[in-house]
């Protein structure tokens, strides 16, 4: 995403704040819907929009899981993994998934590129555990291996989001 | 005393309250009309504070005490801020008031402004919740058009104005100071105290910072009066509070329960319709994960602050996650202490290295390569991370992991005796899952 | 130890308490542990550093008890009160400390024996003095492959790394340059640049001084000596005006790394070096060092040795008419010598200093100064011409303290510069600072204790700003001022009264018959292009004395090879008037001496031995002849330097006025473009090659497009080939051009005394 594009975003917003630092992670969020993730432009643009170093927007990006800085699907399903989920089957979801799609039960992305499963920390469905967020879209379940499963199979084939929010 | 039906006014009605109109119907906007019309500043604070409402983010701090450690001076700018973080696992009440009753936390947060003389307020909400963040988006913007944010509000010459922060995915972004970081667009790290943000929170200006259900409850107080609300419940723990209940009960979900008058068994097996036939209820955590957990024993606790102390725990964020005696309460354990580690900021010594300790030695024991002495040194390490440490998240992530050792070391002792913690069967959804 | 700061029990309304049952005071905001150590007691610590800003609380090292409050405090975010009582030996606090270093112990490897801060290292004394016997942690460390390289200069090694925050915020908010952060959270935490890329600031080298574990490191000393086969000497540096307290680290004879000292000078450097002074001491080993005397005969060059040549000088200079030229780094012993042969072995010898004259300047300086560290209390600081953060480094870390202390930080000039980001400044043309300054005068005289930094070159070269200033100080009494110096030793040599006329003169007047070069390269510096035609028709001797090959040796008959300032004793006084002492860290060539000690053989050889024979001793005969030095002896200087006198008034050079027509050439000078940094293998990476600047208008009108070479012509003399860069915060009509630069491209065009002059930029 280009800084320009970053500024059109921001600025409407920043009489929000009384420090521009405060446009830094709204910027970054925007910058990551183009592509699902950052690369090494956006956050370059990001310091270009902001005025802040691209070594400190990147060690801001870094310390939130929902900021990317490595290449993701076109999908990301969180699993959550806390306890009450837990309780309700979250493991056998999430190994069930990973071994489905062919990936380590530290997660990872599918072989197409096209969806990365990863654990979430408590989504904040503990009644609808287990659950699972498919990037910031409503926290679906109780979901169960199966249900897990069709649910990444509907995503296949759904049309890629214009806008990834995660 | 008066019936009460619910301090949430959705709850009340009995529907959601997502556009301005339903919500005036149910009584919203009355109090914000009272308190700009008829009161000042102080008298409004003088209410929250005799109300006795206790914030309900997870320290229970009376709100009305913290309301009036703000300096009065004008010349300072001053800031609301609320925390709509939720990410205490086990609690989601936060997400059921954004969602269906938008407008009360609204409300109650251009109180809190007008009381304490902020011109604006922040939520700070979590990443997570993007789809909460639409919905409060569109009530803020819902909200100024009819003239219950912006300037001149309900032509009183009060202006005042809310921001909707998202956040990105970090636990550690609902410890309040923390929170402030992400809001200035830092890392979420948490700040040394004092100064606590009441002097200098946001932008270093005096800030109030409150939880949605804290947030939420001053309309009513204002409405029908502090009297009426600190009439709820015993004099320490007035009002109501709602009980996020998940784990092995029949009907997880949301609870509004009057505090001091239901007890913890009320709540699991009346409300929440209990555990599974033939189970037993092994282990709760009342407060959200970050308390000591109780046993079966303590199951007629009633539901209140100082009860709660009683029996070494805490009432927390109300998110009450229950297991059953099919639950195993060696992985139970090591599941939270996963949490910590993966929360903690790695800012102070004890925290970083003490969560990453503690999971790592859980791990063996769940793993059967566990050690009679590892007890002992958890226990050691317990006490080299409590009381040495920046911030509560690390406190949190002692509480359960000590209390389990405690209450159920003969699980931990078979653990290690018997070569690691099964994994036990989990209890599936009865209904045919389906995304709601 | 720079880990504490420094406490004043002198001041008024102490704060008493209580400390491990004694009684104890300090000022009220003195921090529990720095009121402790002063007091004699170390309450540990990893992250509390007070030159980093306040402090952040985050290893939990310093956990103390105070009675009253619950729980255990940490002891350097907690201010000291009045009858507070503190305890840091109770049980309770020892095992805390004892348990928050098994904690850091948990992930840090136990490699001290292979660790380059091995033996000096805080993390291993403090494991010693308050830390656990063993370590319980029977899991795999966490592993990474070491070390990275953060910059050709600074090894990481992740492992150490006990997250401090030390080094990340001094990129942060002391050097500000943005680069060094905290990336991922949690126990992955790790110190880390944007995506990588390399560490190139002015200041990188402070973080491994400061760095209380092993985990950064300065590659050119990795691996070559452990703390207990060398020896440490504190010294300071020669390689610009400011002067920064340093300590040499030797090995046999050899010099193998220069570092701020554990006690920081609070009044000059505060601890911070730049990277030319941390690094740049490797030009000792130069290609373009001298290692022995060259006499340059019709039968071409020999080398000799000292023995043979010394006499030789001699007999060249002895019954002639000499003059005695000094370089800006001279040092007080080498001039206060010279002066001695002017008066002695040497009666009549013409004694002049290269640099700017102090004629015009002279009121300027004897208005109140104050030390570097006098702008930390500043609350208006005002920047006239220059650009400190090129020219006089550490004045940058000064200046952004002072800025994040809350001060307004104001000023103009003709040249844009790195720290007009920290406050309104305005850009007047050259020889225009006048106006500026007048309106300086309300912010100052409204400010309690306002700081005028003033650049030497362009005050120098602008008679009516110099007046203007002189008015804005005299009116304003409170307001103290410094001086943005060129020279290393420029204030010492004007202390002794030496006046830059004299030599050049003697010489087209054909009133000299030999010339002796004292650290000085007249054909290298400004003006050369006068000294090239001087020395042209100038058949007598030259003799230069220098630690390097430069214009003048390769001139010279013959060539007298010095020690460097990292190899002689010596006193310097930097811009701020403070005489400060050279210590030799490193054995020289064998077959070169200390400048002061080829002169004093030279008296020898010329048959007047002087009364000293030591450096001390003759700063001390110098220092008592010289009422600007009056008192001082090398006790007196000590390692922390005093201040000097007024220095005496000079009526040198001429207060030019613009000369030519055409691009009004303004000279910059950047200390990591300049012929030192170029010589030094550490600063390859960092060294700024020359260009000339000017605004796209500029450019534009020459019909010249940015990245051509060009050539600035001047009435006096042509520069070099130069590239062009287009820059619009350049004021039109207005060159920028590089002083120092390998190769002396510009100075050619310039005039000796540094007078304004005009060029033509033409396509080279
Ligand atoms: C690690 C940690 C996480 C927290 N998370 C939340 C949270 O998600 N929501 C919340 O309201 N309070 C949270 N808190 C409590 C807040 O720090 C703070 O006490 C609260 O927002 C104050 O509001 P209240 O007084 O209305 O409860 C957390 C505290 C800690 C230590
Ligand atoms: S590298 Fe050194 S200075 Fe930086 S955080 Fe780690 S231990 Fe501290
Ligand atoms: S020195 Fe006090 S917390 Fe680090």
């Not at chain 2, 790592?360 to 409590?386: P, T």
């Not at chain 3, 130890?1 to 406490?7: H, K, L, R």
């Not at chain 3, 554990?262 to 080993?285: S, T």
């Not at chain 3, 390769?554 to 004793?569: G, K, N, S, Y």
Request: glycine share 10%; with cysteine.
């Amino acid at each position: 995403m280009t800084a320009d594009q970053i500024r059109a975003h921001i600025d409407p917003i920043r009489h929000e704040f009384a420090e521009p630092r405060s446009l830094v992670l709204p910027a970054l969020k925007f910058a990551q819907t183009e592509k699902g993730h950052l690369t090494r432009e956006d956050l370059e643009a990001v310091s270009a929009a902001t005025g802040f170093s691209a070594a400190f927007v990147e060690s801001v990006a870094s310390f939130y899981d929902r900021l990317y800085l490595e290449p993701t699907g076109t999908r990301v399903v969180s699993v959550c993994v806390t306890l009450s989920c837990m309780l309700r089957g979250a493991d056998e979801v999430w190994e069930r998934l990973c071994d489905r799609e062919g990936v380590s039960h530290h997660g990872g992305t599918t072989g197409d590129g096209r969806i990365t499963i990863q654990e979430a920390q408590c989504l904040g469905y503990c009644d609808r555990a287990p659950c699972i967020q498919v990037d910031a879209d409503e926290t679906v379940g109780p979901m169960t291996p199966e249900s897990a499963g069709q649910l990444v199979d509907d995503l296949r084939v759904a049309p890629a989001p214009d806008e990834f929010w995660r | 005393m008066p019936i009460l039906n619910s301090v949430y006014r959705h709850r009340e009605a009995g529907h959601v309250l997502t556009d301005v109109a339903a919500y005036r119907e149910a009584g919203g906007f009355d109090a914000l009309h009272t308190a700009l019309g008829d009161m000042e500043p102080d008298d409004l604070l003088y209410v929250f504070h005799r109300s006795g409402l206790r914030g309900r983010g997870g320290a229970g701090f009376p709100m009305g005490r913290k309301a009036s450690f703000l300096p009065k001076d004008a010349k300072l700018a001053k800031y609301v801020v609320c925390n709509a973080d939720e990410s205490e696992p086990g609690t989601f009440k936060d997400r059921e008031i954004i969602q269906m009753n938008p407008f009360q936390l609204i409300e109650g947060i251009v109180l809190a402004g007008y009381a304490i003389g902020a011109e604006r307020g922040y939520i700070y909400i979590r990443g997570e919740y993007e789809f909460q963040a639409r919905i409060l988006q569109a009530a803020i913007a819902a909200a100024r058009d009819a003239g219950f944010l912006g300037t001149d509000i309900a032509r009183s010459g009060f202006t005042f104005d809310i921001t909707l922060y998202r956040g990105a995915g970090a636990y550690i972004c609902g410890e309040e100071t923390g929170l402030l970081e992400s809001l200035e667009g830092k890392r979420g790290q948490p700040r040394l105290k004092p100064p606590f943000p009441a002097v200098a929170g946001l932008y270093s200006s005096p800030t109030l910072i409150n939880n949605v259900e804290t947030l939420s409850a001053l309309p009513p107080i204002v409405t029908r009066g502090a009297d009426w609300y600190a009439a709820l419940g015993p004099e320490k723990s007035p009002g109501s509070k709602i009980f996020s209940v998940s784990g092995h009960v029949t009907r997880p979900g949301n609870y509004e329960i009057i505090l001091g008058q239901t007890t913890l068994r009320e709540l699991i097996f009346e409300h929440a319709g209990g555990v599974r036939d033939g189970r037993r209820v092994k282990a709760i955590w009342v407060g959200g994960s970050s308390v000591p957990v109780l046993g079966e024993q303590h199951l007629d606790t009633p539901l209140d602050y100082e009860s709660l102390n009683a029996v070494g725990t805490f009432l927390g964020s109300g998110g009450c996650i229950v297991m059953d005696d099919s639950g195993c309460i060696v992985r139970s354990t090591l599941r939270l202490a996963s949490f910590y580690k993966h929360e903690s900021c790695g800012k102070c010594t004890p925290c970083r290295e003490g969560t990453t300790w503690m999971e790592r030695i859980l791990q063996r024991i769940v793993d059967g390569e566990g050690r009679m002495e590892d007890l002992q040194l958890l226990e050691s390490i317990f006490g080299r991370i409590s009381g040495k440490v920046l911030c509560a998240l690390a406190e949190g992530a002692v509480a359960p992991i000590s209390s389990a050792i405690k209450l159920f070391r003969e699980d931990f002792v078979a653990a290690i005796e018997q070569g690691g913690a099964l994994r036990p069967e989990p209890m599936w959804p009865e209904a045919p899952a389906e995304a709601r | 130890m720079a880990d504490y700061a420094p406490v004043d029990a002198t001041v008024d309304n102490l704060v008493t308490f209580e400390l491990n049952g004694r009684t104890v005071s300090a000022p009220p905001g003195t921090m529990l542990v720095d009121a402790a150590y002063a007091a004699g007691v170390e309450v540990p610590i990893f992250c509390y550093e007070p030159r980093l800003g306040p402090p952040i609380g985050a290893c939990r090292m310093c956990l103390v008890e105070i009675e009253g409050m619950r729980g255990l405090q940490t002891a350097c975010n907690t201010p000291v009160a009045q009858d507070m009582v503190v305890t840091t030996n109770s049980p309770n606090v020892k095992d805390a400390h004892d348990g928050i270093l098994e904690l850091l112990l948990v992930q840090h490897p136990l490699d001290c024996p292979v660790c380059d801060k091995g033996g000096e290292c805080p993390l291993q004394d403090r494991t010693f003095r308050f830390g656990p016997g063993k370590s319980r942690f029977v899991e795999p460390k966490r592993h990474w492959p070491k070390p990275l390289e953060l910059s050709s200069r600074i090894a990481l090694d992740r492992e150490r790394c006990i997250r401090c925050f030390r080094c990340v915020r001094f990129s942060q908010e002391v050097a500000q340059d943005g680069q060094l952060t905290m990336q991922e959270r949690g126990a992955a935490s790790e110190i880390t640049t944007f995506s990588g890329d390399a560490y190139e600031a002015r200041f990188s080298g402070n973080i491994v001084d400061i760095c209380p574990v092993g985990a950064l490191t300065s590659i050119p000393y990795r691996f070559v000596a452990r703390p207990w086969e060398v020896t440490n000497t504190p010294s300071v540096c020669g390689l610009c005006p400011v002067g920064c307290n340093t300590e040499l680290t030797t090995r046999e004879g050899d010099l193998k790394r220069v570092t701020g000292r554990d006690d920081p000078n609070y009044a000059v450097e505060e601890g911070w070096l730049c990277d030319k002074g941390r690094w740049g001491y490797d030009i000792i080993h130069s290609p373009t060092r001298l290692q022995a005397p060259v006499i340059r005969e019709a039968a071409g060059d020999r080398t000799a040795s000292l023995e043979d040549t010394l006499p030789a000088v001699a007999g060249l200079v002895a019954g002639r008419r000499v003059g005695i030229l000094l370089g800006g780094g001279a040092t007080l012993e080498e001039a206060g010598i010279a002066l001695d042969l002017a008066s002695g072995a040497l009666a009549g010898a013409v004694v002049s200093r290269l640099g700017i004259p102090a004629g015009g300047l002279s009121a300027l300086r004897a208005r109140p100064s104050a030390d570097l560290g006098e702008i930390d209390e500043a609350d208006v600081v005002v920047v006239v011409g220059g650009d400190p953060a090129a020219q006089q480094p550490v004045v940058e870390l000064r200046l952004r303290k002072a800025r994040r202390f809350g001060a307004t930080v104001i000023g103009a000039g003709p040249r844009p510069h790195a720290l007009e980001t920290l406050g309104e400044f305005t850009r007047s043309a050259p020889g225009a600072l006048a106006d500026a300054i007048g309106t300086f005068g309300a912010p100052v005289a409204a400010a309690a204790n306002p700081v005028v930094l003033w650049d030497e070159a362009d005050l120098a070269a602008d008679p009516a700003a110099v007046d203007a200033l002189d008015a804005l100080l005299s009116g304003t009494p409170n307001a103290r001022q410094i001086e943005l110096g060129t020279d290393v030793n420029g204030a010492g040599l004007q202390a002794l009264g030496i006046s830059t006329d004299g030599v050049l003169a003697a010489i087209a007047d054909h009133a000299l018959d030999a010339l002796v070069c004292v650290h000085a390269d007249p054909l290298g510096a400004a003006g050369r292009t006068a000294w090239a035609d001087a020395l042209a028709s100038f058949d007598g001797p030259v003799v230069a004395l220098a630690t390097h090959e430069t214009a003048t040796t390769a001139r010279a008959d013959i060539v007298l090879p010095a020690f460097t300032m990292w190899e002689q004793d010596g006193t310097i006084v930097s811009m701020t008037g403070r005489a400060q002492r050279l210590r030799p860290g490193a054995q020289g060539p064998d077959e070169a001496a200390a400048g002061w000690e080829l002169l004093v053989a030279l008296a020898h050889y010329l048959g007047a031995p002087p009364v000293y024979r030591t450096a001390a001793a003759a700063f001390a005969y110098t220092a008592a002849r010289t009422p600007a030095l009056a008192g001082l002896t090398a006790d007196v200087i000590g390692t922390e330097g005093a201040r000097i006198g007024t220095r005496p008034d000079v009526s040198d050079g001429s207060r030019g006025v613009a000369e030519g027509a055409g691009l009004e050439l303004v000279a910059t000078h950047d200390q990591f473009g300049d012929v030192q940094t170029a010589d030094s293998h550490a600063l390859r990476t960092a060294f700024q090659p020359p260009a000339v600047r000017v605004h796209p208008a500029t450019a534009a009108a020459g019909g010249i497009e940015a990245g051509a070479l060009v050539v600035l012509t001047s009435p006096i003399g042509r520069s070099e080939r130069l590239p062009l860069i287009a820059d619009d915060r350049v004021p039109e009509g207005v060159v920028l051009a590089p002083l120092g630069a390998p190769g002396a491209p510009v100075e050619g065009a310039l005039a000796v005394d540094r007078h304004r002059i005009r060029v033509r930029m033409e396509r080279g």
